[in-house]
């Protein structure tokens, strides 16, 4: 075991150590960010909780945190913030691990098989592709674009192949509105209202357990409603084409 005496820091060793300015801790201390230092012949004294804090400050920060944000969560969550640090960024974490590709314009247009720019406006606002300037696009999911050249390589006419992403993009957007009221109202309000003080870990734990839960029940309901849907398709073909009978 370290002698505590050891892990002192006066302001300006904590400084060097965390890479915070005194001028910042002390500015950090007078907002109650961190807590005080222990004063011993008129000299403060700072431990591995404070360069603990300004690190967890430092993080959050990074996140997009503003201090008056950071102080507010603090306050409210009785200093849990890498707790809540920790659940924020298993939110805010992509649901898939894809990574995007970036196109040129004629590229794009070579993989659509079409320069019509009011098609490209619709891919544009589906989020298909993103631009990014200079007539460059990101690719935010590679292969839903895969797939949809798959479509269109079956004769599907581009505007009908957006037309159909416009409808799974609005009925996915309901199944995550639906998935988000379980999670909010049975899952977090059950840990808010223990009071347990690995509440924020388990809140995050459970979004990690959502993530293939959502994934998997959507696709196996998708795949047999699919299912239905084709053997319908295909009575009804069938049907029609031996004259009713």
Not at 42 to 61: D, N
Not at 197 to 217: I, K, N, Q, T
């Amino acid at each position: 075991m370290a002698d505590p005496a050891e892990q002192e820091l006066t302001i300006d060793e904590l400084a060097r150590r965390s890479g915070v300015t005194v001028r910042n801790i002390r500015a950090h201390q007078s907002r109650g960010l961190l807590p005080p230092p222990v004063v011993r012949a008129r000299t403060g004294y700072y431990g591995p909780e404070h360069l603990a804090r300004l690190e967890l400050i430092r993080e959050m920060q990074a996140e997009g945190f503003n201090l008056k944000a950071i102080e507010r969560l603090l306050e409210q969550t009785n200093g849990a913030g890498r707790e809540v640090l920790g659940f924020t960024r298993s939110v805010l974490s992509p649901f898939a691990d894809e990574q995007p590709e970036y196109v040129d314009r004629a590229e794009l247009q070579r993989r659509f098989g079409t320069e019509d720019a009011k098609l490209l406006k619709r891919a544009e606002k589906l989020r298909l592709v993103v631009p990014i300037g200079e007539d460059r696009y990101e690719v935010p999911s590679p292969a839903l674009l895969r797939a949809g050249e798959e479509v269109l390589a079956l004769g599907v006419p581009l505007g009908h192949a957006l037309a159909v992403l416009e409808q799974i993009t609005r009925s996915s957007q309901t199944v995550a509105d639906a998935f988000i009221r379980l999670f909010r109202d049975d899952v977090l309000a059950r840990i808010e209202s223990s009071h347990d003080p690995d509440g924020w870990a388990h809140a995050a734990a459970a979004v990690e357990r959502l993530r293939p839960l959502a994934s998997e029940a959507l696709l196996a309901t998708f795949q047999q409603v699919m299912t239905q849907a084709v053997e319908k398709a295909l009575g009804d073909e069938l049907t029609k084409r031996s004259g009713g009978r």
